[in-house]
C-alpha cells in the first residue's frame, strides 16, 4: 500500500509560479513510476509529468519547458510549475505504479490539491 499527500496548490495569477510536493507513505525508491496528474470539470483526468525510480522523465506538451517533474532520494516528488496560464487551472493528483510482475500493477492516488490560475 502506498498512500500519498499532495500540498503545495493555490491560487496565482498568470505568468507566476507554483511548486506542488507529493509525500508517500513509503520510499519512492521502492515507486517505479511517480507522475503528476490533473483534472478539470468534465473532463477527462489528463497526465502532465512522471518520473521513474531511475529518473526518467515525461512530460504532457502543453506543459513542457514550463514544468519540472523531480524527486528526493526519499518520499517526496515534486512539480515545479513555471509561467502559469489560466488553462492550468485544475485539481492535480499524485500518481504512484508499483510493478507486481509482468503485465501487473497496483495503481495509487492521492486527494489531490486545487491549482486556480487568474487572468
Known amino acids: 500500500q502506498v498512500q500519498l499527500v499532495e500540498s503545495g496548490g493555490g491560487l496565482v495569477q498568470a505568468g507566476g509560479s507554483l511548486r506542488l510536493s507529493c509525500v508517500a507513505s513509503?520510499?519512492?525508491?521502492?515507486?517505479?513510476?511517480m507522475g503528476w496528474y490533473r483534472q478539470t470539470p468534465g473532463k477527462q483526468r489528463e497526465l502532465v509529468a512522471t518520473?521513474?525510480?531511475?529518473?526518467?522523465t515525461n512530460y504532457a506538451s502543453s506543459v513542457k519547458g514550463r514544468f519540472t517533474i523531480s524527486r528526493d532520494n526519499a518520499k517526496t516528488v515534486y512539480l515545479q510549475m513555471n509561467s502559469l496560464n489560466p488553462e492550468d487551472t485544475a485539481v492535480y493528483y499524485c500518481?504512484?505504479?508499483?510493478?507486481?510482475?509482468?503485465?501487473?500493477?497496483?495503481?495509487?492516488w492521492g486527494q489531490g490539491t486545487q491549482v486556480t490560475v487568474s487572468s
Open positions: 500518481k504512484a505504479d508499483v510493478f507486481i510482475r509482468l503485465g501487473m500493477l497496483n495503481t495509487y
Open positions: 513509503r520510499s519512492i525508491n521502492t515507486i517505479n513510476v
Open positions: 518520473i521513474t525510480s531511475s529518473g526518467n
